[in-house]
């Protein structure tokens, strides 16, 4: 026989999500705040985040986290957002590539290559090789010190003990 005493007690918003849970219906429709809550998980907001954004209680939302079609609406719209991010990528470095290209057809023309400034030759130098992981090298030097923090300690220890060391009076009791 359990000891009721010994099991542990639970708080009334546990009990209702207990309640919640054994009550609760797989989602038969997924509406605009289901897509809304789901869109935020997927973009990596905290649950307590996208739940409040998407105007569900942090109770509501952890009840709708556990539905498995609506686990499935996060997996797609996870998948949707690395879709775009590829995508992005590919468009970006086409317009990369064009830039370089035309930058290249304009730097071969000598009369604009003669208009450019000393400043605008080296702000190109410096793009490039910044791209290319050749960045000058920062102003930072690494100095090693060495410090001898034992014998300082020591010293420092030293010191206190003889700061604070209260004052032996030697004293001989005298006959009386």
Do not use: C
Not at 46 to 64: D, F, I, K, N, T
Not at 113 to 142: N, T, V
């Amino acid at each position: 026989m359990t000891n009721l005493a010994s099991l542990p007690t639970l708080t009334a918003e546990e009990l209702a999500e207990l309640t919640a849970i054994d009550a609760m219906k797989p989602l038969t429709r997924l509406n605009y705040k289901h897509q809304l809550l789901a869109r935020y998980i997927a973009k990596g907001y905290a649950l307590e985040q996208a739940s409040m954004l998407s105007g569900y209680s942090l109770h509501g939302a952890r009840m709708v986290e556990r539905d498995p079609s609506f686990q499935d609406l996060v997996k797609y719209y996870a998948g949707e957002l690395e879709e775009y991010k590829e995508m992005l990528i590919v468009k970006l470095q086409a317009v990369s590539m064009e830039a370089v290209d035309e930058l290249l057809e304009r730097f071969s023309r000598d009369e604009l290559r003669e208009k450019m400034s000393i400043g605008q030759l080296e702000a190109l130098i410096k793009l490039g090789s910044d791209r290319l992981g050749l960045a000058p090298a920062s102003g930072r030097q690494e100095i090693d010190v060495n410090i001898n923090i034992a014998d300082k300690l020591e010293t420092a220890r030293k010191r206190h003990l003889a700061l604070t060391a209260k004052p032996v009076i030697d004293v001989t009791p005298n006959e009386a």
